[in-house]
Every structure is written in structure tokens, then in C-alpha cells.
């Protein structure tokens, strides 16, 4: 089982971006699926979560209305898509894969496997 960060890169503030999450073999392997974010000096920080059977969504409350969590089944994938990009969306960002139910799907302790990050610099 492997998770696969893509889809980082440089925007420039106002702009979109979206960083997708390869699963391996599946995305049915797992529960659900996380998206966090660590930038420098900074702790990693949850940001959404989204459930496989039901695409029930989570989001934190500083993500709410700029990002958007989905996922495709029959591409093995989940994305996370940033709008309004700001200087402080610059991160590495994580996804994280739970392979059983969790009440932790805002914590890294709910989460088995991770992706390796992917870098998201935001200019202005």
C-alpha cells in the first residue's frame, strides 16, 4: 500500500491549485483519507478529511471556504484543491491515508500511511 503526493508547485497569490494523492493498489483499502500541511517552523496542521464509502467531508475551521477535498475512485485518487491562494497556503502538503474508522481524522494519529508530501510555494 503506497500513497503518492503530486501536483505542488509555484501560484502566485489569488490563483488555484490542486495536489492530488495516488492510493495503491486502491482507494477502497482505506477508511478515509487526510490532507495535512507542515509549513516551515510551523507544526504539521490538519486540514480535511474525506470518508471513501460516502465522501463525507471534514474541514478545519481556517480551511473552510477556500478548500476543497474530492476523490475519484476509478483513478485510485483524492485532491485537495486550494483556491485564493495566500503567502501562508506555502507548505509541504501531506496527504494521509486511515485504514480503519477513526474519531482522529484531525490528528496524524489517525492515520497509517502517508504520502510523501508534495511542496506548495504561494508568491505575491
Known amino acids: 500500500v503506497q500513497l503518492q503526493a503530486s501536483g505542488g508547485g509555484l501560484a502566485r497569490v489569488g490563483e488555484s491549485l490542486r495536489v492530488s494523492c495516488a492510493a495503491s493498489?486502491?482507494?477502497?483499502?482505506?477508511?478515509?483519507f487526510g490532507w495535512f500541511r507542515q509549513a516551515p517552523g510551523k507544526e504539521r496542521e490538519w486540514i480535511s478529511f474525506i470518508r471513501s464509502g460516502d465522501s463525507v467531508t471534514y474541514y478545519a475551521d481556517s480551511a473552510k471556504g477556500r478548500f476543497t477535498i474530492s476523490r475519484d475512485n476509478a483513478k485510485n485518487t483524492v485532491y485537495l484543491q486550494v483556491d485564493s491562494l495566500k503567502p501562508e497556503d506555502t507548505a509541504v502538503y501531506y496527504c494521509?491515508?486511515?485504514?480503519?474508522?477513526?474519531?482522529?481524522?484531525?490528528?496524524?494519529?489517525?492515520?497509517?500511511?502517508w504520502g510523501q508530501g508534495t511542496q506548495v510555494t504561494v508568491s505575491s
Open positions: 494521509a491515508g486511515a485504514s480503519k474508522p477513526t474519531y482522529w481524522y484531525h490528528d496524524h494519529e489517525g492515520y497509517d500511511d
Open positions: 493498489p486502491s482507494t477502497s483499502h482505506y477508511y478515509g
